[in-house]
């Protein structure tokens, strides 16, 4: 067996931290079965600073209500393996339908200490609650400290950027020397997959801010998901249609000024008005003779169409970035 591969991650050295000073606070306080606050620390710790809140909220909410269940359970079924199965009986069902369902496995773990015990007292309720509060405390601690991804995000914008203008000025390239458009679909297709990569990071970021909601990344990568899907769908409907230069001219010019225009910061209104130009222009023309002319312009305008879609979701995201702002 190769180890040289095997590596420690950042989250499994705070998990073994919170586990280990979990159990010792908890030996410390003298409190029973001090090894549960470990396990509920190594369960409570996730990859965000907010789902790690939102599950110990929920573990907590969840031992509430194991509570009031196992003094009614016990007092009527006493302290039997009955009464277990009762009490899971009741519990799981709740635990759904009040999406405290998390808890499900931790606050059984509790209950039967109270089978063990063969009492349900008011300390060792307190017992109970001082290791759920001491593990998911520790967990909240951990996650205090989240290395910055900020760099990465940026980079990758950066990178997006570049990519989308390489691809718009090659396109224009191709559409004047009628070459084929088919490595400009895979291009497409790999900054497809670094915007998927990129929103899962700026989704960790917006959930490791508990104190602001900036959700900027995440709004970006979206619109930059949906951009490159409708170049990738007008650069394949490009392809179908064969029609005159003179005729492509004005969906050239649009492709080479977003060539050099294309930015976070540029809300493409003029872009915009290029495309209601264009859209005067291409009405003006001669009506087409032939079925293979009606059918390529009919192309043409639905081309148009989809790239004024991809500049109103610049144009809507940078307005929404504008209200935000004010």
Known sequence: M??????????????????????????????????????????????????????????????????????????????????????LLLFIPISVATNTSEGIVVNSVLFSHYLLAQEITFPLVGNEFSLMFIGVGLALLANIYMPSNERLLEN???????????????????????QDLQDLVAQCENLLELIDASSKVATEKSENNLLRNNTFYQRYFDMCHIQITLLKDIIMKLEEI???????????????????????????????KKIENAYSHYRQMDLPQTREEFENRAGLFQVLQLLELLIQEKNTFALSQTNNAS
Do not use: M, W
């Open 2 to 87: 190769n180890y040289s591969h095997i590596k420690i991650g950042q989250r499994t050295i705070k998990t073994v931290i919170c586990a280990t000073l979990a159990i010792i606070i908890a030996q410390f306080f003298h409190l029973e079965s001090a090894t549960s606050a470990g396990i509920i620390a190594i369960l409570s710790i996730t990859n965000t600073q907010k789902s790690t809140l939102r599950l110990g909220f929920l573990r907590v909410l969840g031992l509430i209500i194991a509570t009031l269940l196992a003094f009614i359970v016990l007092n009527l079924f006493n302290f039997t393996p009955l009464s277990f199965g009762i009490f």
């Open 156 to 178: 990758n914008l950066n990178i997006l950027e570049k990519e989308f203008k390489n691809i718009s000025a090659h396109l224009v390239i191709c559409l004047n020397q009628k």
């Open 242 to 272: 064969d029609v005159e230069s003179t005729h492509i001219a004005e969906i050239s010019n649009i492709f080479e000024t977003l060539s050099l225009t294309y930015a976070a910061h540029n809300d493409g209104s003029e872009l915009l």
